[in-house]
């Protein structure tokens, strides 16, 4: 397929690599990724120059790379840094789809050159590449406030929790599709699909 430099448009999800993280509230970007590459019918292909799995897609005229980096969550910056390079992709032109405690769960907000807010692997990419969209989901709060931070990240949804998020996927995954078609969607959009 060819790609369209003009239009085209980076979706990154963070997470860590490995079997031993998935369904993890860390890797909730990659998660949200995963299920928009199986909506648009997309097929992940490992770049082991690039240290990511990428899927090339288009929505309409709009052209879009899927990217899941291999680097553990707190190096992000440099492969997305590469990949960005690589792809010659414009500024303002690559979103990073990532976990956020600060929100409900399954609630998602667009912000646009704001901080990482305590991020690691947000601080991490926002020192390698500029203007970058933040495409927060949210893990909801810790419940238990004696639990450690990382603990609680690394920790696994639950199967309520699962059915929550898989529940607000629709709307989250529109919010991708409203990106790759106006990357510049209003920095307050805020949305929330209902408890099943």
């Known amino acids: 397929m060819a790609i369209e430099e003009k239009s085209l448009t980076l979706l990154v999800g963070l997470g860590n690599p490995g079997a031993i993280y998935v369904h993890t509230r860390h890797n909730l970007g990659q998660f949200v990724l995963d299920n928009f590459a ?6 992940w292909i490992n770049n082991k120059r690039l240290n990511a799995d990428l899927a090339r897609g288009r929505f309409g005229r709009f052209d879009y ?20 390079s690589y792809f010659k992709v414009k500024p303002g032109r690559v979103a990073i789809v990532y976990d956020e405690i600060n929100l409900p769960l399954g ?3 667009v912000t646009y050159r704001s901080g990482d807010g305590g991020h690691n692997g947000m601080a991490d990419v926002n020192a390698c590449v500029k203007d970058c969209i933040r495409f927060r989901v949210g893990i ?24 929550t998020l898989l529940h607000a996927m629709p709307e989250i995954l529109e919010g991708l599709r409203s990106l790759l078609v106006d990357p510049q969607m209003p920095a307050t959009d805020e949305k929330i699909a209902p408890a099943p």
Do not use: H, W
Not at 38 to 43: A, G
Not at 65 to 84: D, H, K
């Open 38 to 43: 199986r909506l648009q019918n997309l097929r």
């Open 65 to 84: 790379v899927l990217v899941r980096p291999l680097a553990y969550m707190n190096e992000s910056g440099y492969p997305v840094g590469r990949i960005a």
């Open 107 to 109: 609630k998602f907000k």
């Open 140 to 163: 909801g709060p810790k419940l238990d406030k004696e639990m450690d931070l990382k603990d609680y990240v690394l920790s696994k949804f639950t199967d309520v929790e699962q059915a």
